[in-house]
């Protein structure tokens, strides 16, 4: 499966909903929030008659992971380059000293994001005694000491003193009324990253050609951007293809999504979430579309399943669906004056299909 390195040129603004009226941004680029950014650049490429004539009843023409950070060798330039890449902490058994374990306290549940290393180990259900001291924690992430001895002399040093290579920062922003001239102060959200990193996400192409428009849509995304605050400059990249991987299948019948995810219907619902090894955390989805005209409309809100979950796996079938977040149309609607924008044909989706990483059986939660 094909891996796709992304390289900022600035900062990403990605919000999450905390609460009412709250919102967060994360640290990452969610899947479903890749999909909407391909789907509306096909659409402004002139390709959603091809994509559409795909059989996407049957199963998607492609998975695709949520994009995690990476460290790069800045030297190197452009896309590539990767040094080392950094996967959600999985909600497996972890398989270590208790002694060791107990001395690290909360630093385990804190911990956002795992080494390459330590993540394939982590869902085998090898023991990661040698990654539980001090050394292996970070404010970023936590390593496994052979992905630290991985890393060039000058970003493991960089690493150990404590070095963030990006950071969430808070940014104040203005409006003024059109009428008044009030102005209004307000604060948003966006992640940075430095010349030591970027992100990277997998594809796992299941329709023959569907390469073409995955490279068409990422050439026309890598100068309109990923993301919210667009206008302004954030989301803006560039990109490389980088190596295959083939993650393991779930043997075991689970797995670890690397995706967010939104169960089928209500028999994969206990297929998924509801067997005595599954281990799962929801995110409330919301955000945005448009209609025809360029208007705004709020979409309507969704709990997924978040990346790092362990789930009841079925190896030879897509798990998962494009789930229905079509605005709701208001009771006091007037057709007569504006047709309702989101009739037949005109739905709106959020992308909830599984990307599987296989958990082996010392894995599972217990």
């Not at 309109?224 to 990249?237: E, P, V």
């Not at 169960?263 to 448009?290: K, M």
């Not at 709990?303 to 229905?324: C, D, F, W």
Request: net charge neutral.
């Amino acid at each position: 499966m094909p891996l796709i390195n992304l390289n900022p040129r600035g900062p990403f603004h990605v919000g999450e909903h905390v609460g009412i009226e709250r919102q967060r941004v994360v640290g990452h680029i969610p899947s479903d929030t890749i999909f909407s950014a391909l789907f509306a650049a096909w659409a402004a490429l002139g390709m959603l008659d091809g994509v559409l004539s795909l059989p996407w009843d049957s199963q998607p023409p492609l998975l695709l992971t949520s994009a995690f950070p990476r460290l790069v060798n800045p030297s190197e330039g452009g896309a590539g380059g990767t040094i080392l890449r950094f996967y959600p902490r999985p909600m497996v058994r972890i398989r270590a000293d208790r002694a060791r374990l107990d001395a690290l306290g909360k630093g385990l549940t804190r911990t956002e994001w795992v080494s390459e290393t330590l993540f394939r180990r982590m869902c085998a259900g090898e023991d990661v005694t040698a990654a539980c001291n001090e050394r292996c924690f970070t404010a970023f992430a936590w390593f496994h000491p052979e992905d630290l001895e991985r890393l060039p002399q000058r970003l493991r040093m960089a690493v150990e003193a404590g070095a963030a290579f990006w950071t969430r920062d808070v940014v104040p922003r203005v409006t003024l009324d059109r009428v008044t001239n009030a102005s209004n102060l307000y604060h948003v959200g966006l992640v940075a990253f430095g010349p030591e990193a970027g992100l990277w996400f997998s594809v796992r192409l299941l329709q023959p050609g569907f390469r073409d428009y995955l490279t068409a849509a990422l050439t026309f995304l890598s100068d309109a951007g990923l993301g919210g605050l667009r206008s302004t400059g954030a989301g803006s990249f560039s990109w490389a293809w980088g190596d295959d991987e083939e993650p393991p299948a779930p043997g075991t019948g689970y797995a670890v999504t690397l995706s967010r995810y939104a169960p089928r219907d209500a028999n994969e619902i206990v297929t998924a979430l509801q067997s005595p090894h599954a281990a799962y955390r929801f995110v409330n989805v919301g955000g945005w579309c448009q209609d025809d005209s360029g208007h705004s409309w709020r979409r309507r809100q969704i709990r997924l399943v978040a990346e790092g979950s362990v789930i009841g796996a079925t190896p030879s079938v897509a798990q998962g669906k494009l789930a229905p977040v079509t605005p709701l149309r208001p009771p006091d609607w007037n057709d007569a004056v504006r047709p309702w924008p989101f009739g037949a044909g005109r739905e709106v989706y959020r992308w909830g299909y599984a990307y599987l990483w296989g958990v082996g059986a010392d894995a599972l939660p217990e």
